[in-house]
Each structure stands twice: as structure tokens, then as C-alpha cells.
């Protein structure tokens, strides 16, 4: 099993910046990536960013040259921070992290981010 838990969400105007953080607990050697996904009012989850454990990462094109995901092992937390924060990144975002071992995608409870015009 594995918990995730964010923090950092919260209101902004436009332009503005926001970090998110996500810490993992539990069997955290199973996972072999992390990232964030959203969920905006009436739309579909969608992919955020993601990071590997090699360090390698990927990114919404939505989102590119805006946020930077990045991790701090030794805290096993995953950091999002969004810059030029635009009303379309108004969503829920949540944390995930899938298991190689057991084939289980986990989730965070996720965070609201709001951004207004």
C-alpha cells in the first residue's frame, strides 16, 4: 500500500505561481514514477507531468515551459511548480504514483487550484 498526500493548492490571479507537494508513504519501493494529473469542472482527468525514477520527465503540452515537476527522495515527495498560472489551469490535481510491483495506480485526494482572471 501506498499513501499520497498533497498540499499547496489554493487561490492565485493569473500570472501568478503556485508549488504543489505530494509525500508518499508506505511501500514507496514498488513505485518507479510519480506525476500529477487534473481534473478541471466537467472535464476528464488529464495528464499533468510525470517523473521517473531515472529522473526522467514529461509534460502536457498545455503545460510546457510553465510548470516544472521535480522530486526530493530523500522526503520521497514530488514536487508540480506552476508558473504563468493561466483560468484553464483551474482544477483539481492530484497526485500519482503507479506500483510495478502489484500493477496498482494510487492516488492522492487531491488538490484544488484556482485561478482567477
Known amino acids: 500500500q501506498v499513501q499520497l498526500v498533497e498540499s499547496g493548492g489554493g487561490l492565485v490571479q493569473a500570472g501568478g505561481s503556485l508549488r504543489l507537494s505530494c509525500t508518499a508513504s508506505?511501500?514507496?519501493?514498488?513505485?518507479?514514477?510519480m506525476g500529477w494529473y487534473r481534473q478541471a469542472p466537467g472535464k476528464q482527468r488529464e495528464l499533468v507531468a510525470t517523473?521517473?525514477?531515472?529522473?526522467?520527465?514529461n509534460y502536457a503540452d498545455s503545460v510546457k515551459g510553465r510548470f516544472t515537476i521535480s522530486t526530493d527522495n530523500a522526503k520521497n515527495t514530488v514536487y508540480l511548480r506552476m508558473n504563468s498560472l493561466k483560468p484553464e489551469d483551474t482544477a483539481v490535481y492530484y497526485c500519482?504514483?503507479?506500483?510495478?510491483?502489484?500493477?496498482?495506480?494510487?492516488w492522492g485526494k487531491g488538490t484544488l487550484v484556482t485561478v482567477s482572471s
Open positions: 500519482y504514483a503507479p506500483s510495478f510491483v502489484s500493477g496498482v495506480d494510487y
Open positions: 508506505g511501500s514507496i519501493f514498488s513505485l518507479n514514477a
Open positions: 517523473v521517473t525514477k531515472g529522473g526522467s520527465t
